[in-house]
């Protein structure tokens, strides 16, 4: 029952961001724009930009399965799996007073988990193109 939940939640907080832009009337458009900056941090950068960051100041979590993480990750990135059913329990646990790194594979998991994470209230970097990118360019 609990992991219905979650999905229910996960599924509630992707529909707001799909329906965003469905606003009739000017004015209702301009206060959902400025409710929806007031709560939602989130930002996308290509993964590279771990080069340029100071790994002490932010959380790197890589959202993958447990096995994909064992394959390889990178180098201090603490493993949450996007499809655990307690996923957003695990990240309550952690110290939000970083900015979240999120990765995944390729992009998609991490975009997902970042908008649900953003929703939550808490400040989010997705980083494009995932470990493929990563891997590729060391």
């Not at 890589?62 to 996923?87: C, K, S």
């Not at 998991?109 to 980083?127: C, D, I, P, Q």
């Amino acid at each position: 029952m609990k992991k219905l939940n979650t999905y229910i939640a996960l599924i509630l907080v992707m529909s707001l961001f799909a329906c965003n832009g469905q606003q009739s009337s000017d004015a209702n458009q301009s206060t959902k724009t400025e409710e929806a900056t007031a709560t939602v941090t989130m930002s996308s950068h290509p993964i590279s930009v771990l080069d340029e960051v100071q790994m002490d100041e932010i959380m790197l979590i890589d959202v993958r399965t447990p096995e994909e993480y064992q394959a390889g990750h990178v180098e201090n990135a603490l493993n949450i799996n996007f499809f655990d059913e307690n996923f957003t329990d695990q990240i309550k646990d952690l110290n939000t007073d970083k900015t979240l790194y999120l990765y995944c594979r390729s992009g998609k998991r991490s975009m997902n988990a970042s908008k649900a994470l953003s929703a939550l209230g808490y400040k989010v970097v997705n980083l494009e193109g995932g470990y493929n990118a990563y891997s590729a360019s060391k």
